[in-house]
T-cell receptor, first 114, second 112 residues
Framework: QQQVKQSPQSLIVQKGGISIINCAYE??????FPWYQQFPGKGPALLIA?????SEKKEGRFTISFNKSAKQFSLHIMDSQPGDSATYFC?????????????FGTGTRLTIIP | DTGVSQDPRHKITKRGQNVTFRCDPI?????LYWYRQTLGQGPEFLTY????????KSRLLSDRFSAERPKGSFSTLEIQRTEQGDSAMYLC??????????FGSGTQLSVL
């Protein structure tokens, strides 16, 4: 059972544009939603995370939007740069099990073109 | 280097052989996790330790897999009688309890 569904599988965005990646979850006990960035040959690195008590969180060019009723959350990358080209994973966890036991989505390969 | 260190980075083995991977977490991180990532997929949780105690194992972790964390420092993940389906990236991560998770660069296992 895939508990976190991510789309699109791949995304091409022009430099300076907005990249948007969407995720949906099924387990209503999830209460921690991070986004990870992964470059080839490297492990995932935490970008930004949100808890369901807020609907939006912004850190620099990265924003998470969260819709608890729809069980959906999304990552927006503003002013996308070639250096943002990577694979992005959404994830979810239940606090009771510790934030680190994560259920990941299948990933989005983002390519930023000049 | 203060990051999570994994060794080896790459391992090629023949089906039926045993392999062992090592993970050195960030010092003073009490939690250590193992995840597995196959091509085109997100990481999947395998098991985790709090200090030296193994607190949870995923049903993905068959009897051929064993993990240890003696003295609550480094950890090893052993796979016995490897199968082609074991080919994957094995990721180690560490954290303090309920804090940010740091991943290593992983060990890429290829079973021929």
């Amino acid at each position: 059972q895939q508990q976190v569904k991510q789309s699109p599988q791949s995304l091409i965005v022009q430099k300076g544009g907005i990249s948007i990646i969407n995720c949906a979850y099924e387990n209503t006990a999830f209460d921690y939603f991070p986004w990870y960035q992964q470059f080839p040959g490297k492990g995932p690195a935490l970008l930004i995370a949100i808890r369901p008590d807020v609907s939006e969180k912004k850190e620099g060019r990265f924003t998470i939007s969260f819709n608890k009723s729809a069980k959906q959350f999304s990552l927006h990358i503003m002013d996308s740069q070639p250096g943002d080209s990577a694979t992005y994973f959404c994830a979810a966890a239940e606090s009771n099990f510790g934030n680190e036991k994560l259920t990941f989505g299948t990933g989005t390969r983002l390519t930023i073109i000049p | 280097d203060t990051g999570v260190s994994q060794d080896p980075r790459h391992k090629i083995t023949k089906r039926g052989q045993n392999v062992t991977f090592r993970c050195d977490p960030i010092s003073e991180h009490n939690r250590l996790y193992w995840y597995r990532q196959t091509l085109g997929q997100g990481p999947e949780f395998l098991t985790y330790f709090q200090n030296e105690a193994q607190l949870e194992k995923s049903r993905l972790l068959s009897d051929r897999f064993s993990a240890e964390r003696p003295k609550g420092s480094f950890s090893t993940l052993e796979i016995q009688r490897t199968e082609q389906g074991d080919s994957a990236m094995y990721l180690c991560a560490s954290s303090r309890t309920n804090e940010k998770l740091f991943f290593g660069s992983g060990t890429q296992l290829s079973v021929l």
